[in-house]
C-alpha cells in the first residue's frame, strides 16, 4: 500500500515571498490533516478535513495560511506571505478511522 | 498551550537493555493515546495505541501503560536494538474539542550506545 506523499521535500525561499505545498493522501483515506513541527518540537495540527470539508482550522494563521481539498483526495497548504517563524517541516497525514494517522515525510521549508 | 508532554528530552540506553519513555498530559477527558516513532528526516511512525478504558497493552517488543489517576503514560521497549535509535512522541486525542487531530507532546530522543 502506498503511503501520504508529499511534495517538495525541501523549499527555501525569503521571507515575504509565497509558497504551496502538496499532499496526496492514502487512497480511500476520508480525513486529511496538516501538521506543522518546529525544529525540537512534536507536530502542531494546523487544518483537518474530513472528505472535502473543513473539520477544524483553529490552529491555523489565516492572515497568511490557507488549505484547500477540493476533490476530496490530494491536498495544498499555502503560505503567503511567509515570514522567517513559518521554517518548519510540515506533515501531511491521512486517516481511514479518526484515531490512527498515517504520516508523509513532510516538506522542510526554510525562510531566510 | 500544550496538554501532553515528556519528563526528559533525551534518553541514552546500552543495545539489548529495555527502555522506558514516559509522557505526562493534562486533559482527564482524554480517552485514547499514541505513541509515534520519528527518525531523522521521516514523518512519525505509528507504533502503538491504548483507549482510557484499558491500563495495558502489549505489541511485539512494546508495552504501554496507561496510568490514569495520575495522568501518565510509559513505552517500555523491550531489548533496545540500534534501529530503535528515534524521537518518540506520545499524542493524546482530546474528547469534547469538536476535532479528531492529534495533540503531541516535545518528544523523547532515545539514543542506543553499543
Not at chain 1, 508529499?6 to 490533516?33: D, M
Not at chain 2, 523491550?78 to 503531541?104: K, R
Request: with cysteine; hydrophobic share 35%; charged share 20%.
Amino acid at each position: 500500500e502506498a503511503g501520504v506523499a508529499q511534495s517538495p521535500r525541501y523549499k527555501i525561499i525569503e521571507k515575504r515571498q509565497s509558497v504551496a505545498f502538496w499532499c496526496n493522501p492514502i487512497s480511500g483515506h476520508a480525513t486529511l490533516y496538516w501538521y506543522q513541527q518546529i525544529l525540537g518540537q512534536g507536530p502542531k495540527l494546523l487544518i483537518q478535513f474530513q472528505n472535502n470539508g473543513v473539520v477544524d482550522d483553529s490552529q491555523l494563521p489565516k492572515d497568511r495560511f490557507s488549505a484547500e481539498r477540493l476533490k476530496g483526495v490530494d491536498s495544498t497548504l499555502k503560505i503567503q506571505p511567509a515570514k522567517l517563524e513559518d521554517s518548519a517541516v510540515y506533515l501531511c497525514a491521512s486517516s481511514l478511522y479518526i484515531s490512527e494517522a498515517f504520516f508523509g515525510q513532510g516538506t522542510r521549508l526554510t525562510v531566510v | 498551550g500544550e496538554s501532553v508532554g515528556l519528563h526528559l528530552p533525551t534518553l541514552s540506553v546500552q543495545e539489548g537493555d529495555n527502555s522506558i519513555i514516559n509522557c505526562a498530559y493534562s486533559n482527564s477527558a482524554s480517552d485514547y493515546f499514541i505513541w509515534y516513532k520519528q527518525e531523522s528526516g521521516k514523518g512519525p511512525q505509528f507504533i502503538i495505541d491504548i483507549r482510557s478504558n484499558m491500563d495495558k497493552r502489549q505489541g511485539q517488543r512494546v508495552t504501554v501503560l496507561l496510568n490514569k489517576t495520575v495522568k501518565h503514560l510509559s513505552l517500555q521497549i523491550a531489548a533496545t536494538q540500534p534501529g530503535d535509535s528515534a524521537v518518540y512522541f506520545c499524542a493524546e486525542n482530546p474528547t469534547g474539542g469538536g476535532a479528531d487531530g492529534l495533540t503531541f507532546g516535545k518528544g523523547t530522543h532515545l539514543i542506543i550506545q553499543p
